[in-house]
């Protein structure tokens, strides 16, 4: 099993947002120092508790800053932008990062982006497919493309000149192009059925519970049968928060319990985002869970895994027995309320937690 990366960075409104997003930066690059083997970060453009505006942008600015450690967007959100321009730019992200990028998509889910974009009450599922689509054929097409559709309709026939170079849209370094994944954030979905059909790659979101993680295998390896293609459990990457330290109590105090937890102040954000939107069931064992049982402490207990090195290894293993195998555990990153301990963590899960885990499952970090 490998150990990933991925944050949809959620900072403290008070926090200076140059510090948020150098904080961001210094994550990334410690975890490519560490061998983590690839590293995501979310996008907001209304959120200003989650600092990254342009994934792609954001991880441009580490290029020369890491070495072996793959890219990827964590996510474009679709529905925002041109699939055009969506494609040109992540070809040209793929090449300057010669192969270590990966394409995260998805619909974009917050309301407050979609009314500053003018789209919101536009089916922005509908938008999704129809981008993804579109970017596909441009990067596995020639010009002048001749794409239709419901919300963009895409050709250069009238103004390309083949002996200057106009017309063509770039294609990715990666052929026929870099893998795609999406981020599955509902038990038993159907969306990630149509992701195994295509081919694209799951990553199970770190706010599910283990027994609704665990629907998700099934529903994609059927879609990877619909689709003609072999299901491995290597290609599924599961996301989780994760604190680890030295010492067994200063991990329950960071992860869970002290008022000042960033873990406490991530998932305080998201279940109040997730309330208002009336999404909140996630968090539920079951729908007729009462709403009034659903308090904070009680998914601090549910989602986040914290404690010593011991401690931590034998509650990834539970959490296994529960989802099956999967290929990469995605540490989900938090803010750095205490830099020293939000480095720490990521320390000893490269260095200790993982080569106990692989050793319990009798599989080596390389070898998924």
């Given at each position: 099993m ?6 949809m ?5 008070d926090k200076n947002?140059?510090e ?8 990334i690059?410690l975890a490519d120092?560490?061998g983590?083997?690839?590293?995501y970060v ?5 959120d ?10 954001f ?7 890491t070495?072996?450690i793959k890219?990827g967007?964590?996510t ?8 055009v321009l969506?494609a ?9 990062l010669?192969g270590?990028?990966?394409f ?9 982006d ?18 993804i689509?579109?970017?596909?054929n ?6 002048p493309?001749d794409?239709?559709g419901e919300?963009?309709n ?22 026929p ?16 059925i149509?992701?195994?059909k295509k081919?694209?790659?799951?990553i ?8 609704w ?5 099934g529903n994609y390896a059927?879609?990877?049968e619909?689709?003609?293609r072999?299901?491995n459990?290597?290609d599924?990457?599961?996301?989780r928060?994760?604190?680890?330290h030295?010492d ?6 960071y992860?869970k319990?002290d ?5 406490r102040?991530?998932?305080?954000q ?10 909140h ?9 009462p709403?009034?049982?659903?308090s ?5 207990d549910e ?10 290894v ?7 027995e529960v ?13 750095w309320?205490d830099?020293?301990l939000g480095k ?7 260095e200790?937690?993982m080569?106990?885990v692989n ?9 998924e």
């Amino acid at each position: 099993m490998k150990i990933g990366f991925f944050t949809m960075p959620v900072h403290r409104l008070d926090k200076n947002y140059t510090e948020c997003l150098k904080e961001d930066r210094e994550a990334i690059i410690l975890a490519d120092k560490l061998g983590y083997s690839e590293a995501y970060v979310g996008e907001h453009v209304t959120d200003a508790a989650e600092s990254i505006t342009n994934s792609m942008l954001f991880q441009a600015s580490l290029i020369a800053e890491t070495k072996q450690i793959k890219l990827g967007t964590g996510t474009t959100n679709l529905s925002h932008s041109h699939p055009v321009l969506v494609a040109a730019q992540a070809a040209m992200l793929d090449h300057l990062l010669e192969g270590r990028f990966i394409f995260g998509v998805s619909p974009g889910a917050l309301e407050s982006d979609a009314e500053a974009l003018g789209i919101r009450g536009v089916d922005r599922n509908a938008m999704f497919v129809e981008a993804i689509d579109h970017i596909i054929n441009i990067w596995t097409g020639e010009p002048p493309y001749d794409l239709k559709g419901e919300f963009w309709n895409i050709t250069t026939r009238e103004t390309q000149f083949a002996e200057i170079g106009l017309g063509p849209i770039a294609k990715p370094f990666q052929k026929p192009y870099p893998p795609i994944v999406g981020t599955v954030v509902a038990p038993f979905s159907k969306g990630v059925i149509e992701m195994g059909k295509k081919g694209f790659l799951p990553i199970s979101a770190n706010f599910l519970l283990a027994k609704w993680v665990e629907t998700h295998w099934g529903n994609y390896a059927k879609g990877c049968e619909e689709g003609g293609r072999p299901a491995n459990t290597a290609d599924w990457r599961v996301a989780r928060s994760i604190f680890v330290h030295d010492d067994h109590d200063t991990a329950v105090k960071y992860g869970k319990t002290d008022d000042r937890s960033p873990y406490r102040f991530y998932y305080k954000q998201l279940y109040t985002k997730l309330l208002k939107a009336g999404r909140h069931e996630v968090f539920k064992p079951s729908r007729d869970f009462p709403d009034d049982h659903l308090s904070l402490d009680y998914i601090l207990d549910e989602l986040v895994i914290c404690g010593d090195v011991n401690s931590v290894v034998d509650q990834i293993l539970a959490f296994r027995e529960v989802t099956g195998d999967f290929g990469t555990l995605l540490y989900a990153g938090k803010d750095w309320e205490d830099k020293e301990l939000g480095k720490r963590s990521m320390e000893l899960m490269a260095e200790k937690v993982m080569p106990a885990v692989n050793a319990a499952i009798g599989q080596t970090a390389a070898a998924e």
